[in-house]
Every structure is written in C-alpha cells, then in structure tokens.
C-alpha cells in the first residue's frame, strides 16, 4: 500500500512540477504580449499627437494663405519654413505608423498632395501631369 501512495504522490509531484513550468510559460507570454501593446498604445498616442500638430500646421497655412490672398499678409512671411515644418511632421508620422506596423500606401499628386487614384495620368484637383511608373 505504501508503494501505491508514494507512487500516487510521486505523479502528483511530478504533474505540479509540469503545471507550474506551463504556468510560468503562459506568464512570460503575457507579459510579453501586454509590452507589444503598451509600446503600440504608445506610438497610436504619438501619431495621433502628430497629427494633431499637422492639423494645427494646416489651420496655420491657410490663414496665412487667405492673409496674403487679402493683403493682411505679415511682413516676415515664414511660409517655407512652415511647409517645411508640416513636411517634417508628414516625415515623423509615416516613421511612427512604420514602427507600428500600420503603413498605409497612399499615392498623392507631388504639385497638391490630393490622393491619387491607380491610372491617373493627371491630379483630379489641380491637373498636373504625372509622369508614368
């Protein structure tokens, strides 16, 4: 009888040995996975932030359009560094949303940036001619 219990105790000692490497597998796979979407909120929240900045960029651009369109323009009128600014940003966006593994392939027109549908041969907002892939 004697046997038959160390045996019985010998299987659950080896099942809890078992159970509890599986228990520690599983725990490193989540923590694992719960890392990859922290760092992904984290660069969705970077993006998202950017885009705010282009949008803001864009609002400021077209004020000091319409501003030198009515005569109001400003004496130190910065407009290539505030497109070279929102370029930047364009830039630091697509960096982030490749980090994350969210890249979107848009074709736009170079001359007004509009998007650009497959076989276009000219922008459908400003008419320029795209030259053949």
């Avoid at 830039?91 to 074709?107: I, M, N, P, T, Y």
């Amino acid at each position: 009888m004697n046997e038959k219990i160390y045996a019985l105790l010998d299987t659950a000692k080896k099942t809890a040995s078992e159970m509890r490497h599986a228990a520690s597998s599983v725990g490193y796979l989540a923590r694992k996975e719960a890392g990859k979407a922290a760092s992904n909120a984290q660069l969705n929240l970077q993006i998202l932030t950017k885009q705010r900045e282009i949008q803001a960029a864009y609002q400021e651009l077209g004020k000091l359009m319409y501003d030198k369109h009515s005569g109001n323009a400003p004496e130190s009128d910065n407009l290539m560094e505030k497109l070279e600014a929102l370029d930047a940003l364009h830039l630091e966006v697509a960096e982030l949303e490749k980090q994350s593994g969210r890249v979107f392939v848009v074709k736009t027109c170079p001359t007004c940036g509009a998007e650009r549908k497959d076989g276009d041969a000219y922008c459908r907002t400003c008419g320029e001619k795209f030259k053949a892939e």
